[in-house]
């Protein structure tokens, strides 16, 4: 055993054998039964994140996210990035830009549109690239839909290629 130099209560023994007798079992029994390291166990989640009775009524673990890094696109918005250049050198739509507009939607709540598009004739759009969708995206875009004056799309990789759209009003 290594003696230890720093803190004030640190041991000094040089080695075991200096060791009390007590002290000296417990020391040589920790570091003979070394556990074997087993096949890899599932993940876990920490016990802060465990379902308990003081947890929401279903019981049920969010489902972890990505963070999203704002200004960064993800391989679905590059993608959809990509697309729209091919739409603006066809001259489908005037200009578009990435997460340029925040909307407020209500205190502490905001909607940042994935891309602000200019339609050809001059109308405004707001296109949300999802890879999939979850309840609370969706019901952000609708109120969205419903307070401010612009078109709402919403976009999707379409099975087969291409791309799907909804529009909310």
């Known amino acids: 055993m290594v003696p230890k130099t720093k803190g004030r209560r640190s041991l000094r023994y040089a080695n075991t054998q200096e060791m009390p007798e007590g002290m000296r079992r417990l ?27 003081s947890g929401n009524a279903a ?3 969010a489902r972890g996210r990505p963070r999203h890094v704002p200004g960064e696109m993800n391989k679905t918005e590059e993608a959809y990035a990509a697309h729209l250049k091919l ?14 507009v925040k909307l407020k939607l209500a205190e502490k709540t905001h ?32 109120v969205a839909a419903a307070m401010y004056p612009f078109r709402f799309l919403a976009v999707q990789r379409a099975p087969g290629g291409g791309w799907k759209t909804e529009v909310f009003s």
């Open 87 to 100: 739409q603006l050198a066809a001259g489908a739509i005037a200009w578009f830009r990435f997460e340029s």
């Open 111 to 142: 909607l940042t549109i994935d891309f602000f598009v200019m339609t050809a004739a001059g109308d405004l759009e707001a296109h949300e690239v999802k890879g999939f969708w979850e309840e609370d995206a969706r019901v952000k875009v609708k």
């Open 27 to 53: 020391v040589e029994a920790s570091t003979a039964v070394a556990p074997q390291p087993t096949a890899a166990r599932a993940y876990r989640p920490p016990a802060a994140a465990q379902p308990s009775a």
């Open 59 to 61: 019981g049920k673990v």
